[in-house]
Nanobody, 124 residues
Framework: QVQLVESGGGLVQAGGSLRLSCAASGRSISTLHMGWFRQAPGKEREFVAAIMRSGGSTRYADSVKGRFTISRDNAKNTLYLQMNKLKPEDTAVYYC?????????????????WGQGTQVTVSS
């Protein structure tokens, strides 16, 4: 079974940048759609970004469009999220997820595998 481990979170000032990584093991992610989700304290998990198996198509939440970039390196079995122009409202635990279904989706319940999360805190 595939295991996902996020890294790269931390504390950053508003306007700064972070690059999150999600390392997969146990299975190649080349056959899986991948996504990033986040959950702030007291709030439900929300969709952030998704990327097709090949990396040729992406989707973004309106709140991060133009600031975040999702990418993948199937040869390294790794998913990335480049976060620029960070805002305090981006503060959350960020999770990577994998989807074995035919179609790429933005719905968290449809993803099959999840990482443990990495904390991102943006100070004002």
């Amino acid at each position: 079974q595939v295991q996902l481990v996020e890294s790269g979170g931390g504390l950053v000032q508003a306007g700064g940048s972070l690059r999150l990584s999600c390392a997969a093991s146990g299975r190649s992610i080349s056959t899986l759609h991948m996504g990033w989700f986040r959950q702030a304290p007291g709030k439900e998990r929300e969709f952030v970004a998704a990327i097709m198996r090949s990396g040729g198509s992406t989707r973004y939440a309106d709140s991060v469009k133009g600031r975040f970039t999702i990418s993948r390196d199937n040869a390294k079995n790794t998913l990335y999220l480049q976060m620029n122009k960070l805002k305090p409202e981006d503060t959350a635990v960020y999770y990577c997820a994998a989807d074995a279904s035919l179609w790429m989706t933005t719905i968290g319940a449809e993803y099959d595998y999840w990482g443990q999360g990495t904390q991102v805190t943006v100070s004002s």
